[in-house]
């Protein structure tokens, strides 16, 4: 019997999949997208995206948020679990919280693809034509966007595992009721972000309307449950969530940036998103890169016309390199105190986990050579203000499971002070945690960038 044969097909429906395959379909390029999962379905996240994400999707927040949560977001709170936070205050949306559940099936529903949902990818083969699917569907073009288990992630390795550092996640997104709302005192327009004391991860606890979202995410740590337990039990002790959780956490885990990228093209398939590896080393995050990749996949199979070997899909490969490698260069240099040209991994500091930094950081973060509070309007498009806010002490047992043992060396201890001193001033709070790291306003957009716009485009 003659196996049905695609153009294009996309492994994968969340934000990586459904972007690459909305601009494949604005391209005129037959697609279809697969996925185990029935939509709507949940996903591990904290939820939310920055309006550099809405323009790449071509949302509205406004009008997406007439049917589906869309929480502006005007403030962030930072620190250190059970120390002492910094609240910087926006004059507007800086991001919007959603709900992954809700996000990530608009977005699929939209895209204009043909769908394959509700049946695992378990065999995939090489074919005279590219690529068989269970042994029943051909394709010319494979894209994985399965994130951290894609089975063509899986096929373009050999099987092996990426090297690359893995974050365990924790989460749990609830519907309060009228009484836990009224309880809560985390404020929407306000995420609140906690640093683990010893830096290796983060807590956040995020409230969309009457949605609340708690979660811990760290590298590779096995002890995750131990630290979620004490972030509750922070939460409870000081008000900020003092009533019991329902219903269990959910896991999940995703790979950082760590170049180089490997298995990012092959012939006749390219990897986008988690599948291959893109979050942001300094938070984690991930929609914004996943996207991007999409895109920038789409592009490249749009312009391949057809010749789908790996000499011609290098081209994706090349942006990747420059967009998100080269970004994190600049984000390393912007510290002013650590080696951009490190190859080692970061923390959730930032700094390189060697436990390379420059006094000049840990001089800045006490104040003896701090920059100028205020920043020119054009490099700063919002009105930021800062306030401090005091927090409770941990009991001693939480505070002595997050210092580092002698065992581990100076380097880690003085990582760890030097991120303590950096925490505690609002010019790093603001300008590289929240700005660089978590929302990344210095990355211009995807597609306003030469090396997208020379991109052969088709009606």
Known sequence: MTQPISEVVVVGGGPAG???????????????????????????????????????LRLDPAEYGRRHVCQPILAFRVGLIGADTIEVQYDRPVSYGIRRCEF???????????????????????????????GRLRTRMLVGAGGHFCPVARTLRGGRDSAAPTVPAQEIEFRMTSEQARHCRVAPECP????????????????????????????????????????????????????????????HAYRLLAPPLDHAVADAAVLVGDALGLAYPQSGEGIRPAVESGLLAARTIAAAAGRYDRTVLQRYADWLHDRFVGDRAIDDAAMGGLDATASSHTDATGLATDGRFSTTSAATAAGTTAPSESPSADERPTTPH???????????????????????????????????????????????????????????PVFGTREASSTDRRS
């Open 18 to 56: 459904s972007a690459c395959a909305a601009e494949l379909v604005r391209l005129g390029i037959p697609v279809l997208v697969w996925d185990r999962a029935v939509f709507p379905r949940d996903k591990v996240c904290a939820g939310w995206i920055t309006p550099q994400i809405a323009d790449a």
């Open 104 to 134: 990530d099936t608009y977005l699929l529903r939209r895209c204009g693809a043909a769908l394959q949902l509700g049946e695992p990818v378990r065999r995939i083969q090489r074919c005279s034509e590219g690529w068989t699917i269970n």
């Open 192 to 251: 609140e972000l906690y640093f683990c004391r010893d830096f290796l991860g983060y807590a956040w606890c995020f409230r969309k309307g009457d949605y609340l979202n708690i979660g811990i995410g760290r590298i590779g740590e096995p002890r995750l449950s131990a630290h979620l337990q004490d972030f509750l039990a922070f939460l409870k002790r000081t008000g900020r969530v003092p009533f019991d959780l329902p219903g269990r956490f959910k896991g």
């Open 386 to 444: 800062t306030k401090r806010l005091t927090t409770p002490r941990l009991p001693a047992r939480e505070r002595r499971r997050d210092i580092p043992a002698a065992g581990d060396g100076p380097l880690r201890r003085l990582r760890c002070l030097a991120g303590r001193l950096l925490l505690r001033n609002p010019w790093f709070v603001r300008r590289i945690v929240l700005e660089k790291w978590f929302l990344h306003r210095h990355v211009p």
